[in-house]
């Protein structure tokens, strides 16, 4: 596993793939995260990866306040807001993990940051939510209906919107994730990458068409939260009309056009996978790697699960994108 050794001057020569981000801008976005949220730990995993059948790569992005990736896309957005003459303050909807990031981008810089939760989200990020100083407002409904009010605030109270996917600044931070990957490893036949809104997706499928074409592209859904994935296969956007999952950090109902697109032109591969692989994949991170994965961060290892041929003798990168779940919620689903 050796460094590629690119310079940032030959990144800039890459060929770029037809999608609204730009290589040049997440080289910038990339001085402007804090960093307590770059250069991440990424290890390769013998026990696991023997166990599936691959060479397996572990890219850790929970050692963060935050314990998710998202931090990285909130110090770019927060950190152009503070340098822009627009009013100092945010808003995002939020079943947790960005809520979190927003609040913690926006305490650093003085930027003041409310969150548009639903009454379903879990209880203990949003508690950190409110102890890291962002306000919290709660709608009854799912994300999708804590989306629409976070749009009406922003409409009325001069308020930058921070939509995970839309807004490019967290796509770029994400695609950071991939700069760190493909110069820490001579070769990446695949990476694995959770796909709720579609910026970690997007942002990291980006850099690697750019910088590793020949890397596979795998972007997962849960099977009780199929939206992007269907659009992804229809090429156009298909919305449901619920989201039944444990994975609540990718379970969105309405795909975003823009963002299809993005992921139309990065994406190799976008397998739906069963319930029952996610909490395998949950408790394989924790018996073999000792980690504590949210549902989310483990929908890489139940790909694999459900479609080991297609990953067996390969070197396959699988992002942890979050650890924020409750203990006992933890403990149940990573029973035997």
């Not at 009325?156 to 770029?172: I, R």
Request: with cysteine; net charge neutral; proline share 4%.
């Amino acid at each position: 596993m050796q460094p590629v050794g690119e310079s940032p001057a030959a990144f800039r020569k890459a060929s770029q793939p037809d999608t609204r981000l730009d290589l040049r801008r997440i080289l910038e976005a990339r001085e402007q995260i804090s960093r307590i949220f770059r250069d991440t730990p990424q290890f390769g995993c013998p026990s696991l990866g023997d166990l599936l059948g691959c060479e397996l790569v572990i890219k850790l992005e929970t050692a963060n306040p935050i314990r998710c990736f998202k931090g990285r896309g909130t110090e770019v957005a927060m950190s152009r807001l503070a340098r822009s003459a627009e009013p100092q303050a945010s808003v995002c909807a939020s079943a947790g993990n960005l809520g979190q990031a927003l609040a913690y981008s926006g305490r650093e810089r003085g930027i003041g940051v409310t969150v548009v939760a639903a009454t379903s989200a879990n209880a203990a990020k949003i508690d950190h939510i409110r102890r890291l100083g962002a306000a919290v407002e709660l709608v009854k409904g799912d994300i999708e209906d804590a989306r629409e009010r976070a749009r009406e605030i922003a409409a009325s109270g001069n308020a930058l919107l921070v939509e995970d996917s839309e807004n490019l600044d967290t796509c770029e931070g994400a695609g950071t994730i991939g700069l760190e990957l493909v110069e820490g490893f001579g070769r990446i036949d695949t990476i694995l990458l959770a796909l709720g809104g579609g910026a970690l997706a997007t942002g990291v499928g980006h850099v690697f068409k750019c910088l590793s074409p020949a890397t596979e592209v795998v972007c997962i859904q849960p099977s009780g939260a199929p939206a992007m994935a269907l659009s992804w296969r229809a090429r156009s956007v298909v919305t449901t009309d619920r989201a039944d999952t444990i994975a609540d950090g990718v379970a969105g109902r309405f795909p975003i056009a823009a963002v299809l697109q993005d992921l139309l032109a990065v994406a190799n591969h976008v397998p739906l996978v069963e319930e029952a692989s996610i909490k395998a994949g949950m408790r394989l991170l924790h018996r073999h790697a000792g980690l504590v994965a949210e549902p989310s961060a483990a929908l890489g290892v139940a790909a694999i699960l459900e479609d080991p041929s297609r990953y067996r003798g390969k070197r396959v990168v699988t992002v942890i994108c979050g650890s924020n779940v409750l203990p006992e919620a933890f403990s149940v689903w990573t029973q035997d």
